[in-house]
C-alpha cells in the first residue's frame, strides 16, 4: 500500500527540525512571558517599555460577560439584523432534538481542519525543556523575548502553509464519509469536521424567526461589522451582558506591532463614530 503523501509531508517537515524548533520557542516565549509577568504583576504601571529590546510588556483587563443571547437576538431582529449576524449555537440546538433534527436539512457543506497527533516518538521530539536560568532578570527574559519572536513568527508562517497544503492532500486521498487518521512516524494526521454551519436565511424561511432567537449566537466579527458601518453601537449591545469576571492579560510585543494595533483600535473608533454621526 502507498503511503499517503500527507504522512510524507508531515515527517518532512519533522524531521528537518521545523515543527520542533516551531513548539519549542512558542513553550519557551510562554515561560518567559509569564516569568515578566508574575515579575511586574504588581506594578501600578500597565505598560513596561525595554527599549533596548524594541520590546513592551503590556497588562489588559479582559472582562468576561455572561450574555442574554435570546435578548440580543430580539434586539438585533426588532432592527432588522439578525439574520446578516446569527449562527446556530450548536451546543444549545442539541437540547433540543426536534428543532436539531429539523435545521439538518439547511446545514452547510462540512469544512475540516488538520490535527497533528504525536505518539511517544513524536512527543520527545516536541518536548519543551527549557528552563530560566536562575541569574536571569526581567532584561534578560526581555532579550530572549526579542530574539525568539522573529523566528516563532516565520516558523508559525510556514506551519500554517503546511497545514494548508496536507488538508488539500488529505481531501483528495480520503472519502469525506471515511476520516480515519493518517499515521506517520511521529504520529498520525486527524482530519476533523469544524462546528456545523447552517443556511440562516433558509431557516429563517422555513422555520421563522423564533428558533433563531431562541438558539441563534450572533458572529462577534460581524456584529463589528455592523458597529464600525454604523448600523449599531457598542451601547446597543451593552444592556445584553454582565460582567461576571475580569482577566487580566499579559502579552509582550514590538513597539512597532504596539503601533500598529493602537493605530488600527483608533481608525476602526473614527471609522464607527463618523457612520454613527452620518446614519
Known sequence: ?????????????????HYPELKKTEGTLKTLTNSIKTALESSESKRHVFEKWNLVGRFTAKKIYNVDYIGLNEYLYDVGLLLQVAEIDNNAIKTNELYHDMIQDFRLPETFYVKPNFNKAGKELIKSDFEIPDYWGINEAAQHIGQLKPRAKELAHQYEGLKSKLLHLIEKDQ????????????????WVANQPKYDISAIYDYLGEGLLIEYGKPNSKLLEHYILNGMLSERDIEPFKTVKDIRLDFSVMTLEDEEKFLTMMDIKKQISAANRVGA
Open 175 to 190: 472519502q469525506k464519509s471515511i476520516k480515519q487518521p493518517i499515521p506517520h512516524k511521529y504520529g498520525s494526521l486527524s
Open 1 to 17: 500500500m502507498s503511503r499517503i503523501p500527507a504522512a510524507t509531508l508531515m515527517e518532512k517537515f519533522i524531521e528537518d527540525g
